[in-house]
């Protein structure tokens, strides 16, 4: 009943915020005016803000922020030695304990810049409080206002006319505003908000306690609450502390728990309704969020009960499966966190997913190989609905042998591929490198505490969490090899950037394309019929793409 009445309240906190802010980001994005510091970061960066840019200028300005940031973060780890607040931290390696290895920086500047936050080392022991604030923390907003970019520039393409020259916005003053009107506001006030709950906010490195048996030990501090507030909010995940949320430090009650919930599931849950907005139909918006509370809603009670069931001698004795959850959060807390963690990109965790039941890993897992849709990360969540939209009618389309049609724009052979290519970037990657990391003796020798279905369901989620940006990941992988470093760090930037690459492409096209009045034989997308129609193909997708892999990993560990 406790369990329930968590969720119920963060419905209700969610569905209050729906409207409101979804409004807000939509007036945001339309705005004509420009904000005094908005006009002068263009003034720094030479950018005109009243000019549009066609889908391939877009893209172009991604990928280049891209490259700028992962390059920058990557320098500012290898310089930590020379910064201030480093208090002489680094990984061990060749390159001495003050620093941060070659590999393990690339693979942090790449995780950070993708929204994925995939963390192969300790962070209150590796990173200092510069490179996290002026490092870490800047990335947690850029990749969530590119997100947010993105996703914004799909919609316009949508509600383009279809008289004017392909363009889709500005991704300079998108990605702008996405940080200054929205983020960093929203991120201020639930860092407040946080510190009143218990979340540290200190500069210090740390603070010595003495043990009951007279030992005294160093417990570190950090500008917690700041990063906390905007890891959550733009679903990166990262934590400051190496127990992410589950240390009290970043997570201390109950109530901190449900309320970083609701911050990871906020804006999310609000786009559905900004695109209502923008594209002038607000049921369209409500369509997809009802998608997205129903797969939701699936997910947590599968996990609920996976995790609630007495299955060996400690669980029985427990009462549910206790191993690796905070007594002060529960089995319903941990299990409302994980599967909204795992629904977004946010990867940010409260109990070690390792630990879950064989059904309750697969659960978790799955929620990630859906493609992160429920409701999904930021930005990256709207565009992976709208992109399973085009493949939905598509299909409807060729089971009554129509041209598809959605949003009053015709869908035809480019923009049907743009799809595709968006959806098959996920997967390949995911089983790609779990089959070729399981085939190298050399490597899981070195990366797996674990053998057979557990082990590979270790693999499997490592690459299911970078290709999908999550971050997340069974404890029983180690992944500090150059392998797995700069391998993961590889399927990070493809499962970013190549879906994106696609989505802008299909924006473009979209754009250019006349708006054609809807006839007898359209398909009304706008009701519960298409809503359980995408809610289906999200399913099948992923059900006929990965259960092979799922049966030699949870479901084997399940039943066994």
């Known amino acids: ?55 391939t200028a877009y893209a172009a300005g991604v990928l280049g922020l891209a490259l700028v940031s992962v390059l920058l973060l990557y320098l500012l780890q290898r310089v930590q030695p020379l910064l201030p607040l480093g208090f002489g931290r680094g990984s061990s390696g060749p390159d001495g304990p003050a620093t941060v290895g070659p590999t393990m920086a690339f693979n942090t500047a790449v995780s950070f810049t993708t929204n994925t936050n995939w963390q192969s080392y300790v962070p209150d022991q590796v990173l200092g409080h510069t490179v996290q604030m002026i490092g870490l923390t800047v ?18 393409g949508f509600a383009a006319a279809g008289d004017g020259d392909g363009r889709i916005g500005n991704v300079w003053v998108d990605v702008t505003r996405g940080a200054v009107r929205i983020l960093l506001p929203l991120a201020a006030v639930a860092a407040v908000v946080l510190v009143a709950t218990g979340v540290v906010q200190s500069l210090r490195s740390g603070i010595e306690v003495t043990a009951v048996d007279g030992s005294v030990h160093t417990v570190p501090l950090a500008p917690t609450a700041s990063q906390e507030a905007v890891k959550l909010l733009g679903t990166n995940g990262g934590g400051i502390f190496n127990a ?179 959806v098959v970037v996920m997967p390949a990657l995911v089983l790609l490198g779990t089959g070729l990391t399981v085939a190298l003796p050399a490597v899981t020798a070195d990366a797996l505490d674990d053998a057979g279905p557990h082990g590979f369901t270790e693999v499997l989620y490592a690459w299911a969490s970078a290709a999908n940006n999550n971050g997340s990941a069974f404890a029983g992988l180690t992944a500090t090899g150059d392998f797995l470093q700069i391998g993961l760090g590889v399927a990070m930037l493809f499962g970013r950037f190549l879906p994106i690459l696609a989505v802008l492409c299909l924006a473009g096209s979209l754009a250019v394309r006349p708006r054609v009045p809807a006839g007898a034989g359209t398909l009304p997308t706008d009701g519960l019929l298409f809503g359980g129609l995408l809610g289906v193909t999200v399913l099948m997708v992923s059900a006929l793409t990965f259960l092979p892999a799922l049966a030699l990993g949870p479901i084997a560990e399940a039943l066994s």
């Open 1 to 55: 009943m406790a369990g329930v009445a968590q969720a119920l309240v963060l419905v209700v906190l969610l569905a209050a915020s729906w409207k409101p802010l979804g409004d807000r980001m939509a007036r945001v994005y339309t705005d004509p005016r420009h904000g005094r510091v908005e006009r002068l970061v263009y003034r720094l960066c030479r950018i005109d803000p009243d000019s549009g840019q066609r889908w």
């Open 244 to 422: 992410n949320s589950a240390h009290p430090f970043e997570n201390p009650t109950p109530l901190s728990n449900l309320i970083e919930i609701y911050l990871l599931l906020v804006i999310p849950v609000a786009l559905t309704r900004t695109f209502g907005v923008l594209v002038g139909r607000v049921r369209e918006g409500v369509v997809l969020l009802g998608v997205t509370a129903v797969l939701w809603v699936l997910f947590l009670g599968a996990a609920w009960v996976a995790e609630l069931q007495p299955n060996g001698p400690a669980t029985l004795a427990a009462g549910g499966a206790l191993e690796g959850k905070e007594t002060r959060f529960g089995i319903a807390g941990s299990v409302l966190f994980a599967v909204s963690t795992t629904g977004t990109s946010t990867g940010a965790v409260n109990a070690a997913h390792d630990s879950m039941t064989g059904a309750g890993g697969g659960v978790v897992l799955l929620n990630m190989l859906l493609g992160e849709v429920a409701p999904g990360g930021v930005g990256a969540g709207l565009y992976g609905l709208l992109v399973m939209a085009v493949v939905a009618v598509f299909l409807a389309g060729q089971m009554v042998g129509r041209t598809p049609e959605y949003l009053g724009k015709k869908l035809g052979r480019r923009e049907i591929s743009c799809a595709a290519v968006s």
């Open 139 to 156: 990335q947690n907003v850029l990749s969530a206002a590119v997100g947010m970019a993105v996703a914004v520039a799909l919609v316009r």
